[in-house]
């Protein structure tokens, strides 16, 4: 579980540190602006890392129900040699979807005023600029859409579906809570991370509601990574003890 937490914490620091700098700098400035090479750079690493993330909640789902449904054999099923194929399959897959959305939107020529109707830079903004039909550019998105989103949630759900299975078979009411708290966690991010994600992706740019996809964008590109440390820590019983031995720590030197 450790492992694919702090996978996904590199995946949440990256994100938030590509993004949020130079939304932060244009918000506090007059004049909002981004080169083109950064606004590649931009589009390709945040969509890596966000497709990376897709792939990354998918193995710990299966992590979930390895840990749920089979306890006793977990060690061995969750080997470190799977944990690690499974992080650089994520990875892999994040980079590939990344580079081939980024070679079809920058081949795309532009309009003059060059505008961008967004906070960051991503796919459906820049496919709103090209001068030229986008039809092939968008069925391209919708195909690595699918792959990305709904075929992870496909897998994260047929797993939570075993679970429940196995957490309804528990007899007891406090075995149920403690199999239930081991997932709440994992859902809650899943829940918030592709709610919004297929909202802006599943559907083609040109009917796209800007104003309300760059609000709902703000959700899996900056909300979300920076709830996610809050969501597993203040269900973690580790983090509870080590920040009640921090705070009686600070009292104590206060008082001295």
Known sequence: ???????????????TTTIVPQMLVNICSARKIISWTGCVAQLVISLGLGSTECVLLAAMAYDRYAAVCHPLRYMAIMSCSLC??????????????????MSLTVQLPLCGHNRINDFFCEVPALL????????????????????????PLGLILVSYGYIGAAVLRIRSAEGRRKAFNT????????SLFFGTAIYVYMQPPSQHPQHQGKIVSLFYGII????????????NKDVHRALRKALRKQCWMQRT
């Open 183 to 190: 997932c709440t966690s994992h859902l809650v991010v899943v």
């Open 128 to 151: 709103s600029l090209a001068c030229a039909d986008t039809s092939t550019n968008e069925a391209g998105l919708l195909v690595g859409s699918v792959v990305i989103l709904p075929v």
């Open 84 to 101: 690690w194929l499974m992080a650089i399959a994520s990875w892999l897959t994040g980079i590939t979807a990344s580079i081939v959305q």
């Open 1 to 15: 579980m450790y492992f694919f937490l702090s996978n996904l914490a590199l995946l949440d620091l990256c994100s």
């Open 224 to 235: 979300t990574p920076m709830v996610n440390p809050l969501i597993y820590t203040l269900r």
